[in-house]
């Protein structure tokens, strides 16, 4: 295969983007997880704002990627360096399966078991760390597992605005016609979303069979 | 089985710990100034060529070794790429630098546009721009060359009087733009007969020569214009500013290799239009290799060898 | 078993047990004055009051919806009265902190509501240890525990997941008394077990009620459960309080309701006419 030889003559390069690429989508998906998961613990307390919060990124999510990307350009401070508008960017659009997992996963516990802790005077805080959380833990999983893989395909776009990783190798690619250029950013991509998201779902797989319940 | 149980979430946080932690890894030349030279371009042949003369003069005379990144997509493409130090180098042009990257209104004097440019880039972004090299790829008002001899026409004032008799064509976006199509007109007060043709910037030559249309606007260093013999009407109101070319470069890295910055200024002045549209017009036209043409036209110069 | 320190120390002394209603010491363990509770305007209790002494079972008795397990979440705080004053020690619940009120109940729902993600010995330590106790304490108490219901030391390690549903209910009544509480509660904390366990969970409990002379409120809908448990039963009907009476003199009421719970209860095994008729 032609590309394997380009990539390995253009080893530097290929690892520079990678890291590069899963900088990007990393953070962004760490954001997204310090945003989001507390945000859906809070409409788990305080349901009137769960179709607000919801609602909200939801819509975010609903707006194409480049255009998003295009909103953040003239932003101040945000639009100046690429990265940080992928990152910003990447960040809002993994919020709404973080903030949707963890809500549904901490409503999905078996609510005779949140009773139980309840009336046994475990206090809230007490109750979301040492119960929910912990039996929710598979679903968000899932969820972060989700955000993951959304990241890293996102950020290929994030190359057409300067940002850089593996895109970039794609657009140049695209502007050479080179079939080469091309795969030796596409393949590296889709090699590593594949591999976040096996590693997450066993991840994910361990937690469930763990609590799950008879 | 508790143990089991704990032994297991605590390695499951402390892969996600050093995950993390590799994350937040500065990881491209923004810390430590590689050994070699990254070189980008925008994706069009007129860039592909100045890249690989930087390329190559800085090879040849800075003894460095030289990573070629072309093809990016565009101007704030290469901004990002350079202000976050994935590319050391890129050719740009002032004008554009002035009105997309600075985002200040054209100015119509060469030697202006340059200093605000070059102040601007050193104090905002810590950007150092070389000498121009020596054409300017603004827009060009072409006719045919047998036109232009026949009316003895020099200048696009002087054109202005056979505009009434003449069809005009122009690309899309140069009718779109403010500074385009409307303000050229009204600058020289142009009157054609009919509104311009609007066309794909690819066709406007061959219908000039085909004698659809008699006046274009195309780009100064098109290679067609010594091949078909057209000519470029002057700009002698100033109303295109000027877009010459430079290199802009990390002063970071000149700090580690100021010999690169000796290297390119050997190309100062060096390339006049008419060179430019040669080498545009051999590797668009002939499709001649991009670095034979510019290993050529430095062999020419004898700016390979040190003297 | 070690008494512990507790905001209210059981009463180990063996009290009257049965018989009287009365607070004359003026110190219930549980006192229900006039209480009505209503939700999104249903009414569900009305005008309920009754006492329960320290060392005094009181099973409350009625079909489902007549407000039993509603009257069993007022005791610990889990729903607060709209009209008249539950008193908890004298304490109205409206003047308890609700975590310590809590943690001085032992609460028993139903197959156990244990956390799945615990272990036994972690199911049952959990009070003792959001109120601080050392580890050895715990260690100790637990396994006290676990003799205590009769359940093998070596299903401490396991989950839930892994016992029956007999082992499960054991663990949650153990859990229950982790903390040595004053008072007890149990919502139909048999009823899922097959009538074997059952029965001999009855049993034990009675025994261990003998011991430890709590205050404790059972909720059932089984009428020989509640005869074989109770000092005192209370019948409820629609939110209701019908009868309150001991036991024995619940067992001989002419009471109209009461007697068709009897029947119910009494009524020999019979197949449907549908499948007689097939034979």
Known sequence: ?????????????????????????????????????????????????????????????????????????????????????????????????????????????????????????????????????????????????????????????????????????????????????????????????????????????????FWLKA | MREAHQLRRRAISACFFVLELALFLPVTGCTTQSEHIVIGSKNFTEQLILGELFAQIIEARAHLPVERRFYLAGTFICHQAILSGRIDIYPEYTGTALTAVLKQPPSANKEEVYRQVEQSYEKQFNLTLGSPLGFDDTFAIVIRGDDARSLHLQTLSQAAAYTPQWRAGFGYEFMERPDGFKGLASSYGFHFAEPPRVMDLGLLTRALVQRQVDLIAGNNTDGLIPALDLFVLQDDHHYFPPYEAVAVMREEMLKAHPEVKSALDLLAGQISDDDMRRMNYAVDRQHRDASAVVREFLSERKLLQSN | ???????????????????????????????????????????????????????????????????????????????????????????????????????????????????????????????????????????????????????????????????????????????????????????????????????????????????????????????????????????????????????????????????????AFSAPIEMPTEKRESQ
Request: proline share 5%.
């Open chain 1, 1 to 209: 295969m032609n590309f394997l030889h380009f990539m390995s003559a253009n080893r530097q390069q290929v690892i520079e983007l990678t890291l590069e690429h899963i900088q990007l989508a990393g953070i962004a998906t760490l954001i997204a997880a310090f945003v989001g998961i507390p945000l859906g613990i809070l409409i788990t307390r305080i349901p009137s704002l769960s179709k607000l919060i919801i609602g909200g990124a939801n819509v975010i999510q609903t707006i194409p990627s480049l255009a998003l990307f295009g909103f953040l350009i003239p932003a101040p401070w945000i639009g100046e360096r690429a990265s940080r508008l992928a990152i910003l960017a990447l960040a809002l659009y993994c919020l709404l399966p973080l903030i949707r997992n963890t809500y549904a996963g901490i409503r999905g516990v078996d609510p005779a078991v949140v009773e139980a802790g309840r009336a046994m005077g475990l206090t809230d805080r007490q109750l979301l760390f040492q119960v929910e959380l912990p039996l929710a833990s598979g679903v968000i999983v899932a969820g972060i597992r989700l955000a993951v893989v959304l990241s890293i395909g996102l950020a290929t776009i994030a190359a057409a605005i300067g940002a850089g990783g593996l895109g970039e190798f794609i657009f140049r690619g695209l502007a050479m016609v080179s079939n080469q250029v091309i795969l030796a950013g596409a393949i590296p991509a889709a090699l590593l979303a594949l591999a976040a998201d096996f590693l997450l779902g066993l991840l994910e797989r361990r937690l469930n069979s």
């Open chain 3, 1 to 263: 078993m070690p008494p512990t320190q507790m905001p209210l120390t059981s009463n180990e002394t063996a009290s009257n047990g049965s018989a009287s209603n009365a607070t004359s010491s003026g110190a219930s363990a549980i006192e229900f004055d006039r209480v009505s509770f209503s939700l999104n305007g249903h009414p569900l209790l009305e005008n309920l009051s009754l006492a329960v002494n320290h060392g005094e079972t009181l099973v409350l008795l009625g079909r489902s919806g007549s407000g039993k397990t509603t009257t069993l979440k007022l005791v610990n705080g889990l729903l607060m009265p709209v009209e008249g004053e539950v008193r908890i020690s004298g304490r109205s619940t409206a003047n308890w902190d609700p975590i310590r009120l809590r943690r001085s109940i032992g609460y028993v729902i139903q197959d156990g509501g244990l956390f799945p993600h615990f272990t036994v010995e972690r199911n049952i330590g959990l009070v003792p240890r959001i109120e601080g106790w050392d580890r050895p304490r715990i260690d100790a108490r637990v396994r006290a525990l676990l003799a205590l219901v009769g359940l093998n030391s070596e299903l401490a390690s396991r989950y839930p997941s892994e016992l029956s549903g007999g082992q499960r209910q054991r663990v949650g009544v153990a859990r229950a008394l982790a903390a040595d509480p004053p008072i007890l509660i149990l919502d139909e904390a048999f009823s899922a077990l097959d009538p074997i366990t059952r029965s001999e969970m009855q049993k034990e409990f009675r025994a261990l009620q003998q011991r430890m002379r709590k205050a404790v409120v059972f909720v059932t809908h089984d009428l020989r459960e509640a005869l074989l448990l109770a000092d005192r039963i209370v019948l409820m009907e629609s939110g209701r309080k019908v009868v309150n009476l001991p036991a024995e003199e619940f067992s001989r009421s002419e009471h109209p309701l009461v007697r068709a719970y009897r029947e």
